[in-house]
């Protein structure tokens, strides 16, 4: 079936900029809307930002102006710019997708095993 893999985290000093990746893989025929997710310790999973694959994008007031998702359809690729991180950012990020394997089956979601990211001086 379908795999998502995270990469690109790790730690990071505040104000400093990371970008995650997050690449789709397997029976493929389509994907929907892909989306950037994260969790804090003992926190619930609180939405970033979400992008559809004509490019329309979502984020979540507290993404704006410092996050940018962005994707490459022909890679099966959604990516997270991040800038002027903060202590606050810290959690696991998970990318998630909306993927057909084929044109006769239902849209199904997908999600990543996650990648950390730690702000911290």
Do not use: H
């Amino acid at each position: 079936q379908v795999q998502l893999m995270e990469s690109g985290g790790g730690l990071v000093q505040p104000g400093g900029s990371l970008r995650l990746s997050c690449a789709a893989s397997g029976s493929i025929f389509s994907i929907l809307a892909m989306g950037w997710y994260r969790q804090a310790p003992g926190k619930q999973r609180d939405l970033i930002a979400t992008i559809s694959s004509d490019g329309r994008t979502n984020y979540a007031e507290s993404a704006k102006d410092r996050f940018t998702i962005s994707r490459d359809n022909a890679k099966n690729t959604v990516s997270l710019q991040m800038s002027s991180l903060r202590p606050e950012d810290t959690a696991v990020y998970y990318c998630s997708a909306e993927i057909q394997v084929s044109a006769r089956t239902v849209p199904y979601d997908y999600w990543g095993q996650g990648t950390q990211v730690t702000v911290s001086s």
